[in-house]
């Protein structure tokens, strides 16, 4: 995967991502990871090679089947005029009919998922006005609403204090044990990674780890693949 | 009407000068329209308007697709068919001698001007143009809510900036009589910003800035029927200006209490 004026981001990434896991996409800063989800999701097309989705290539059908939660959703950075209901509710335009209003079935699901991510009580709240950690709630009750089989986080948790970020990750781990959602969680924290992921993925332009976590070796592969001495310090649990 | 439903969708797309680059493009639309005419006789019957609009419609596909290959950045590609517009329509009326003609009436707008056949004009395309947005109403929101999550849910959003595209470019055709070419953005961004002062929710939003627009343009033509030397393009933007004030001080105080 090359951009326009010649940076390759992405080079000889062979990868497979099983039904029901739960996998941890680690690397350095502009190392790629960012540009891999967008690949999958079809926002940035490969110079070569291809991505396959549920077996199918990319479409938009296979796409709907997706939820996926940035790292800076958009609509904050505008301070686009939405409750938090609204923004949920909109997780389900892409499963909804083709009528310009949302029917019974679409209002059940947001409500639903709204107490899912115990966030019923933000739901007239402006986006605006919510916290880091609740901003990133609301966009994982938005991907949710869309029934996904496949959810995909980028750095999901920047800028969000460590409290938050427990519960944060504590929600992912339910959501993938509970509903069997098979999770990528693009992200820095090495220890939350290997607390967490089934799988982890490492990359820094090509690959340089996908395996099983428990046969994750952080002191052989980390120094290769972040191109730097790398200190591995052991945490009793996840921030 | 229409401008007002739209520019809630062109202030959250961060296109809010793009009224500006089209009612130029318009601008360099006419002008060409009038030399067909002054050139070609027997084409004379061709309303220059129609050749205006046709051409800014095409304009503003070319805006969205210069954005859109990310060749330029919106703000840039606007910049740049704002000046191709003009340059074209300084050039042609000069060439052709119609610099002058009709020329105050275009930069200014005139609505005392209008004439029945542009009124139902305007009406059949204002209904065609809301009937769009009504239709892909959903489609449009995710577009300008979160384009990139839109894409990455299957919505194919290209074909939403274009629609949106066009739309902008009708209701510049449609607007340049009222308020003329220089006040033309701000029929496309006032009624949003006003709105967005107050609504606390999108559907707040689109719902009041219809209102907001209307009451601009119904206060500033009453303004220019007590003042009969205000121009009605020039009164109806002082009174949009003067409902945002407005709209941000009641804000502002809401914030407060």
Known sequence: MRYPGGVQALDHITLKISKGDFVGLIGPNGAGKSTLLNVILGIVKPNTGYVRLFGEPISPRNLRKIGYVPQIPYSKDTNFPSTVYEAVLMGRIPHSSRFPWFSADDHHKVEHALKRLEIEDLK???????????????????????EPQLLMFDEPTSGVDVEAKREFYSVLEQLNRDLGITTVLSIHDLAVVTQLAKTIICINRRLY??????????????????????????HGEHP | MLSSILSV??????????????????????????????????LVNINPYLIGGAIVV????????????????????????????????????????????????????????????QIY??????????????????????????????????IETW?????????????????????????????????ALSSMQIARS????????PMFG???????????????????????????????????????VKSVF
């Open chain 2, 121 to 154: 004009a305007a009406a059949l395309v204002l209904v065609l143009a809301i009937g769009a947005i009504i239709v892909f109403y959903k489609q449009l929101l995710y577009t300008i809510f979160d384009e990139v999550q839109a894409r990455a849910s299957g």
């Open chain 2, 58 to 117: 095409l304009g503003s596909i070319m805006i969205t697709k210069t954005i859109r290959s990310a060749r330029l950045s919106g703000d840039a590609a606007v910049a740049v068919f704002l000046e191709l517009g003009l340059a074209t329509g300084i050039f042609v009326t000069s060439v052709t001698l119609n610099y002058g003609f009709q020329l105050d009436a275009l930069l200014f707008g005139s609505i005392l001007l209008v004439e029945w056949s």
């Open chain 2, 202 to 209: 999108f559907k707040q939003t689109i719902l009041m800035a």
């Open chain 1, 209 to 234: 780890f996908d395996g099983l976590t428990t046969r994750f070796d952080a002191k052989a592969i980390l120094p290769r693949a972040y191109n730097y001495p790398v200190e591995v310090i052991e």
């Open chain 2, 159 to 191: 074909k939403f900036d274009y629609l949106l595209a066009i739309l902008a470019g009708i209701a510049v055709v449609v607007s340049i009589p009222i308020v003329g070419i220089l006040l033309i953005s701000a029929l496309l961004v006032l009624p």
């Open chain 1, 124 to 146: 007239n709240r402006g986006i605006g006005e919510l916290s880091g950690g609740e901003t990133q709630r609301v966009f994982t009750a938005k991907a949710l609403v869309g």
């Open chain 2, 214 to 252: 209307l009451a601009s343009v119904v206060l500033g033509m009453f303004l220019s029927i007590i003042q009969p030397h205000a121009a009605p393009g020039g009164s109806i933007v002082l009174v949009g200006l003067a409902l945002l004030l407005a709209a941000m001080v009641i804000k502002k």
């Open chain 2, 9 to 42: 969708y062109i202030v959250l797309k961060r296109l809010s000068l793009i009224g500006d680059g089209l009612a130029h493009t318009a601008y360099g639309g006419i002008a060409i329209g009038l030399a067909v005419g002054a050139l070609q006789p027997r």
